[in-house]
Structures are given as C-alpha cells and as structure tokens.
C-alpha cells in the first residue's frame, strides 16, 4: 500500500524560509510524478509544484522564483524548498504521489506565515 507523509511545516515570520517534506513508501517513486498541493481556510486546494520522474518541474505562477521542488529517488523523497515566504502562503500543504495513474495523498503539513 502506497503512502505519503509530509513534514517540515511550521510557523515562519515572512521572508522567511522552510523546507517540506515529502516520504514515499510502499512504492518506488523514480517512475512517480511528484506534487505539492495546498489549501488555505475556506478555499480550495491548488497545485503549487510538481516534479515528473525526468526531473522537470512545473509551478504556480505565485510561487515561481520563490519555491523549488525537488526528488530524491535513492531517499522516495520529494521536497518543496520555500523561501521569500508570504502571509498568503499560509496553508495546509500536501504532497501527492500518482502512481499507475492514481494519486495517493498525505495528510498535509501546516504552513504558517506570520506577518
């Protein structure tokens, strides 16, 4: 059984920096897209970033130059890199895994930026 755990959230004043986690069992992910999601209170969940086994990447308009994803297959690890951070980046963050065309979540970590 596939799963997913973030962590690495915390609370961050702004302009400060935090790195997420990402771990993976149950699968391999050298073949697995990769992505990080988020969802701030009362909206719905968005894609922030992505990594694709071929190591692009893909990001939210908002968060390009700020953020970075990456993988590291040997560890069936991701991570989200975030700095310059912002009060609207507050939010829970997720990371997904599709694998075989069906994509498993974590529980999300917390983000909090504090202005």
């Known amino acids: 059984q596939v799963q997913v755990v973030e962590s690495g959230g915390g609370l961050v004043q702004a302009g400060g920096s935090l790195r997420l986690s990402c771990d993976v069992s149950?699968?391999?992910?050298?073949?697995?897209?990769m992505a990080w999601y988020r969802q701030a209170p009362e909206k719905e969940r968005e894609f922030v970033a992505g990594?694709?086994?071929?190591?692009?990447?893909k990001y939210q308009d908002s968060v390009k130059g700020r953020f970075t994803v990456s993988r590291d297959n040997y560890k069936n690890s991701a991570y989200l890199q975030m700095n310059s951070l912002q009060s609207e980046d507050t939010a829970v963050y997720y990371c997904?895994?599709?694998?075989?065309?069906?994509?498993?979540w974590g529980q999300g970590t917390q983000v909090t930026v504090s202005s």
């Open positions: 149950g699968t391999i992910i050298r073949s697995t897209a």
């Open positions: 997904s895994a599709t694998v075989r065309g069906r994509q498993y």
């Open positions: 990594i694709i086994s071929g190591g692009n990447t």
